[in-house]
């Protein structure tokens, strides 16, 4: 009787110090395991095409549609006018409207005699003055929205990225393409077309600390191109000499946005509503894939950048 009062307690003893003893752990929470989203910087890189230039308009309007809005903006040549007066605070419609009633002839000074030692039969200056009204003179570092603007420094080929000083004087360097625009003279060095070291600023927007680069390509397919005049021949120079360059600049942007213009030449500016709704459409097109990509850049770790 004793033995088995004994080896009821012994029982109830193991059993009683089994309960103290390490407990197994709990089924991990995958959702408690995802990171937590974080604020992540948006860049806007738009890219050069002169007339073309008008299908960014559309694009930020898109944008702007779907509560998209960039934290910072660069812009090459034809992007450079409109990353310049986006920076301002105008909105999409604004940009718009103002499109609408621009006149070509407001930014066309011919140079007489006709062409410099540089080359060139527009001087660049009623562009210049042009945006500087426009943005009120306002510097660039002065813009509600960070605000940068590649040029080419035409000693040594390479690129400036403009984050200070004259914002249409800036603009005009950013549009100089040679032999159509005189090259900008600023502190002693002269600058040309940005389109030549970097058509679409993806690398700039990254610089001024992007986390998630929005890439808008507006540079037409060489083959697609009517070439009349001189002037559209310099434009097509200019388009096949940033080929290669604009491929692996694109490459590196998050999301790449194309409004489809494939019969518009760079000086047809009769085309402007034409270019903004294709802007408008390449953004609507492209809103599930920038959305998706959107959330995952959240949710990456900081510092890192998305396999292309």
């Given at each position: 009787m004793q033995r088995r009062h004994f080896l009821?307690?012994?029982a109830a003893a193991l059993l009683s110090a089994c309960s103290f003893g390490p407990r197994p752990a709990a089924p991990a929470n995958?959702?408690?395991?995802?990171p937590a989203p974080r604020p992540i910087k948006i860049g806007l890189a738009l890219g050069g095409g002169a007339a073309r230039g008008f299908?960014?308009?559309?694009v930020i309007?898109?944008?702007?549609?779907q509560g998209i809005h960039p934290d910072l903006v660069t812009g090459t040549s034809a992007g450079a006018?409109?990353?310049a007066l986006y920076a301002?605070?105008?909105s999409g419609f604004e940009l718009n409207k103002l499109a609408l009633t621009m006149d070509e002839a407001a930014i066309a000074d011919w140079a007489l005699p006709f062409?410099?030692?540089?080359g060139g039969w527009l001087k660049g200056e009623a562009l210049q003055n042009y945006v500087n009204r426009l943005v009120s003179n306002r510097p660039i570092e002065a813009m509600k929205l960070p605000l940068g603007i590649v040029a080419t420094d035409l000693k040594t080929g390479e690129r400036i990225l403009f984050r200070r000083g004259n914002t249409g004087q800036a603009v005009r360097a950013s549009s100089s393409v040679p032999g159509v625009f005189q090259p900008v003279s600023i502190q002693g060095r002269d600058y040309v077309d940005g389109g030549l070291v970097e058509p679409v600023p993806v690398d700039s927007a990254r610089s001024m600390g992007a986390d998630f680069v929005i890439a808008v390509n507006i540079s037409a397919d060489p083959s697609s191109q009517k070439n009349g005049g001189q002037s559209g021949v310099l434009l097509q120079t200019t388009t096949i000499m940033g080929q290669s360059i604009n491929k692996m600049a694109l490459a590196r942007a998050d999301v790449v946005i194309r409004p489809e213009l494939?019969?518009?030449g760079g000086s047809d500016f009769n085309a402007r509503n034409r270019a903004v709704l294709a802007g408008e459409q390449a953004t609507a097109a492209m809103m599930a894939t920038l959305r998706q990509r959107l959330e995952q850049a959240r949710l990456r770790p900081a510092g890192t950048v998305a396999a292309q």
């Open positions: 009821g307690a012994s995958p959702v408690a395991m995802q299908a960014h308009i559309g309007k898109a944008l702007e549609a006018v409109v990353a301002t605070g105008m062409g410099s030692r540089f494939p019969d518009m």
